[in-house]
Nanobody, 124 residues
């Protein structure tokens, strides 16, 4: 059983920062075999790609709306993935999901495992 558990969400003012963490567990799950990503979904909107990081952390990808403000990182030894979010805006308000993909993909449909999500609310 693979589990992804997000933490670190909350309420923050415009311009503030939050650090999301994703802890991955599973007896047969080898995090180094997966591309890890973050997605978000706001009420009434489709799930949106936020960021992804390659298996060895060499390559990082960001959605256009978060480039320059968010940073993704991973620690394969600790089975964790982190999303540092700076200069937050009200439009960043959403439920943020951590996900794992065997494929090298930025598309939600190609991610195999998902966390339950953590709420991020940015007040204006």
């Amino acid at each position: 059983q693979v589990q992804l558990v997000e933490s670190g969400g909350g309420l923050v003012q415009t311009g503030g920062s939050l650090r999301l963490s994703c802890a991955v567990s599973g007896r047969t799950f080898i995090i180094g075999s997966y591309v890890m990503g973050w997605f978000r979904q706001a009420p009434g909107k489709e799930r949106e790609f936020v960021a992804a990081i390659s298996r060895n952390s060499v390559s990082k990808y960001y959605g256009d709306s978060v480039k320059g403000r968010f940073t993704i990182s991973r620690d394969n030894a600790e089975n964790t993935v982190t999303l540092q979010m700076n200069s937050l805006k009200p439009e960043d308000t959403a439920v943020y999901y951590c996900a794992a993909s065997r494929a090298s993909s930025l598309y939600a449909r190609e991610y195999d495992y998902w966390g339950q999500g953590t709420q991020v609310t940015v007040s204006s």
